[in-house]
């Protein structure tokens, strides 16, 4: 079993930056990889970034360029880095893992960009 705890979301103003941390409760080296998801309000949640225990990396296409997800396998830790914040970045940032064929969620932070 996996537990996720995100944190870092805030209010925070168009072009600012943000960066939302994602603690693990077991090491992160024999997990297969780390995703953070989004959810606007009325939408689906929607994949945004994901960095594997190879350190591969992999964004959406909405996010390229601009936001950069990493890595601290000594805190068991995954970042997203978030800058050029867009009010269409708003939304609740989920934290996923996929360990051993089996998804586990995070709580959610959320992250607000005024215009």
């Known amino acids: 079993q996996v537990q996720l705890v995100e944190s870092g979301g805030a209010l925070v103003q168009a072009g600012g930056s943000l960066r939302l941390s994602c603690a693990a409760s077991?090491?992160?080296?024999?997990?297969?990889?780390m995703d953070w998801y989004r959810q606007a309000p009325g939408k689906q949640r929607e994949f945004v970034a994901a960095?594997?225990?190879?350190?591969?990396?992999n964004y959406a296409d909405s996010v390229e360029g601009r936001f950069a997800i990493s890595r601290d396998d000594a805190r068991n830790t995954v970042y997203l880095q978030m800058n050029s914040l867009k009010p269409e970045d708003t939304a609740v940032y989920y934290c996923?893992?996929?360990?051993?064929?089996?998804?586990?969620w995070g709580q959610g932070t959320q992250v607000t960009v005024s215009s």
């Open positions: 960095i594997t225990s190879a350190g591969s990396t």
């Open positions: 077991r090491s992160i080296r024999s997990i297969y990889s």
């Open positions: 996923r893992a996929i360990f051993q064929a089996t998804f586990y």
